[in-house]
C-alpha cells in the first residue's frame, strides 16, 4: 500500500477530521463563544501549533463585525499576495466577496520611494479609499500594522476589523499590543507569532460563518 492510500484523505476528511482532532485537544479560554472558538481552532489548525492558542485574542464584537463586512461591504483588504491567495476563492465568488493587495504595483513603489517608506505602508495608504467598513487582513509586515494604526489614530479610516497578524521580530509585538490598546474591532496573536496562513484562516472562518 502507497503512504497515500495508507495516510492520505480528501479534502473534505482533512478538513473535518484536523478541527475534531484540534477541538479534542486544545486548552481554550472559557469565556469565548462558539464562533470565537471556531475561528480559533481554524487558526490553530492552520498554524499546527495548539500553543498559540493562548496568544490568541478577540476584542469584544469582532466576530460579529467581521460577518457584517462580509454580507454588507463585501470586501477584504490584506497586506501581501499570500494572505490574498489562501482566502477561500469559492467562498468569495459564491458570495460576491472582493479581495484587493496593492503590494507589488507599481503605484506603491512609487509612493514608497517618494514617501521614503516601505512599500508595506506604502501599501495600506495606498488602500485607504477602501479601508472604510472593509476587513483589512495582515499577515507578514509589522509595519502595515502600524500605518494602519496610525491613519486610525489620525481619522482618515475606520475599517471594520482588524485581523493583525504580522510575523517577525522588529516592531512585530509592539504593533499588535498597540493594536490591543485601541477599542476597536480585532482578532490578533501576541507575540512574535503569527503569519500569512493564521490571517488568512481567520477570514476563512468567518466566511465558514456567514
Do not use: W
Amino acid at each position: 500500500m502507497s503512504l497515500v492510500e495508507r495516510l492520505a484523505l480528501l479534502p473534505d476528511e482533512i478538513d473535518r477530521t484536523s478541527l475534531e482532532m484540534v477541538e479534542e485537544t486544545l486548552v481554550y479560554p472559557n469565556d469565548l463563544d462558539e464562533h470565537e472558538k471556531y475561528i480559533l481552532f481554524r487558526i490553530v489548525r492552520a498554524e499546527g501549533d495548539p500553543d498559540i492558542a493562548s496568544s490568541v485574542r478577540f476584542s469584544r464584537n469582532a466576530v460579529e463585525s467581521g460577518l457584517y463586512s462580509l454580507r454588507n461591504v463585501k470586501s477584504v483588504l490584506t497586506d501581501v499576495r499570500m494572505v490574498q491567495v489562501g482566502i477561500s476563492k469559492s467562498h468569495l465568488s459564491g458570495r460576491n466577496i472582493q479581495t484587493r493587495c496593492e503590494i507589488d504595483t507599481p503605484a506603491v513603489s512609487e509612493r514608497a520611494k517618494k514617501e521614503g517608506s516601505t512599500r508595506s505602508v506604502a501599501a495600506i495608504r495606498e488602500m485607504s479609499d477602501s479601508i472604510n467598513g472593509s476587513i483589512v487582513a495582515i499577515g507578514n509586515a509589522p509595519t502595515a500594522l502600524l500605518a494602519l494604526l496610525d491613519l486610525i489614530d489620525e481619522r482618515k479610516v475606520n475599517p471594520a476589523l482588524i485581523i493583525g497578524m504580522p510575523v517577525g521580530f522588529v516592531a512585530c509585538a509592539e504593533s499588535k499590543d498597540e493594536l490591543a490598546k485601541r477599542d476597536l474591532p480585532f482578532i490578533t496573536i501576541l507575540g512574535n507569532r503569527g503569519g500569512s496562513s493564521a490571517a488568512a484562516a481567520a477570514v476563512n472562518g468567518l466566511l465558514d460563518l456567514l
